[in-house]
C-alpha cells in the first residue's frame, strides 16, 4: 500500500491542516478553557479537542477517503479505540497535554501519524504556543522547524535527563508504581521533568533536550508521531520491560540510545494498562 500512497501529498496535506488547527489552539490558549471530564476528575475534553479533531479528519477525508481514523476524542465517543489494520491510518491526538491547556499554560500540541500496513511512514507533533514543531518521514531523518535533529546519544542513567507523567489517573494501583519510579528515577537519574504532554515529552528526547521518556497508560494517539520522531533521530523506542515496542500497549519507554533504555527498563517497577489499545 505504501507503493502506491503518495506519502509526499500526504505530508503535505497534513501539513497544511496542522497549521490550520494550530491556529485556532493558539488563539484559545491565551485564556483559560471550559472542559468537560471524560473519565474521573482529571481526563479532560475540551470544545477545542473535538473541532480540532475534525477539522483534520474532514481535511484528510477530502483528499484521501478511503483512509481510516484512531482519534482520541472520536475513540471516546465511541467507548473504544478503532482496531488498527493495514490500511493506511491516521492516528490522532488534536490536543495532546489537555490540562495545560485548560489552564492556559503554553505545552501542549497536535499530534498526528500516518500507519500504513501497521508501519508509520510519517509523523508530526505541533506546540502552535511556542511555534515547535517536528516532523519525520520514515528513512528521511527527524526535523525541528525544518533543521534536521539527533538525540544526544548519552548512555548513562546518572547523566540522563528523565521526562515521564502522572498520567489522566488516580488508580491507586498505578499511582503507586508511578511514585516508585518517580522515586527510583529521581534516585539514580540526573534529573526528572514532567512536562504534561507525552508527545512533547518524545519530542524532547528527539532533539537531544532529554534523554528517556517512559510512561504506562498513554495511547496510541499520543506516542505514534513520537515513536518516529524519536527512531528517525537516532533514539530507540522500546517497550518499558525491554522488549519491543508495541503502539497499542499502552507502554512506551524513549531513549538517546538502547544501552540507556536497558538501564531503565531494568529500574522501573513494570504496570501493564488494561484495556489494550486494540
Known amino acids: 500500500m505504501a507503493e502506491t ?10 501539513s497544511n491542516l496542522v497549521d490550520k488547527a494550530g491556529a485556532i489552539i493558539a488563539r484559545r490558549n ?3 478553557q471550559d472542559f468537560v471530564c471524560k473519565q474521573g476528575d482529571i481526563d479532560l475534553v475540551t470544545e477545542t479537542d473535538q ?24 475513540s471516546s465517543a465511541e467507548g473504544a479505540p ?14 495532546d497535554g489537555t490540562m495545560n491547556f485548560v489552564h492556559a499554560f503554553p505545552h501542549s500540541c497536535i499530534s498526528v501519524g500516518l500507519v500504513v500496513n501497521k508501519i508509520t511512514e ?10 515547535q514543531r517536528f516532523t519525520a518521514r520514515r528513512g528521511q531523518g527527524a526535523c525541528y522547524n525544518g533543521k534536521a535533529i539527533k538525540v544526544s546519544g548519552q548512555t548513562e542513567l546518572a547523566k540522563a535527563l528523565i521526562t515521564s507523567e502522572f498520567g489522566t489517573t488516580r488508580d491507586p494501583e498505578k499511582m503507586q508504581v508511578v511514585k516508585e519510579n518517580f522515586e527510583k528515577m529521581a534516585a539514580q537519574a ?19 533536550a532529554a534523554d528517556v521518556n ?8 499520543d506516542v505514534c508521531a513520537g515513536d518516529l520522531i524519536v527512531r528517525e533521530a537516532g533514539g530507540v523506542v522500546i517497550d518499558p520491560a525491554g ?23 531494568k529500574t522501573l517497577t513494570q504496570f501493564y494498562p488494561k484495556p489494550r489499545d486494540d
Not at 479533531?53 to 484521501?64: P, Y
Request: proline residues 4%; charged residues 25%.
Open 30 to 32: 491565551e485564556t483559560r
Open 122 to 131: 510519517l509523523g508530526i507533533i505541533y506546540n502552535p504556543m511556542l511555534q
Open 82 to 95: 478503532k482496531k488498527l489494520t493495514d490500511s493506511p491510518t491516521w492516528i490522532i491526538d488534536p490536543v
Open 190 to 208: 540526573h534529573g526528572i521533568r514532567v512536562l504534561g504532554s507525552a508527545a512533547l515529552n518524545m519530542s524532547m528526547v528527539a532533539l537531544g
Open 243 to 265: 522488549g519491543d515496542f508495541d503502539m497499542m500497549s499502552r507502554r512506551v519507554l524513549a531513549a538517546s540510545s538502547l544501552e540507556l533504555a536497558k538501564q531503565v527498563a
Open 51 to 74: 473541532e480540532v479533531e475534525i477539522l483534520l479528519m474532514n481535511g484528510i477525508k477530502e483528499q484521501f477517503p478511503d483512509h481510516k481514523f484512531i482519534g482520541e476524542e472520536e
Open 5 to 14: 500512497l503518495d506519502l509526499d501529498k500526504c505530508f503535505e496535506v497534513i
Open 214 to 221: 517512559y510512561e504506562f497508560g498513554i495511547h496510541a494517539w
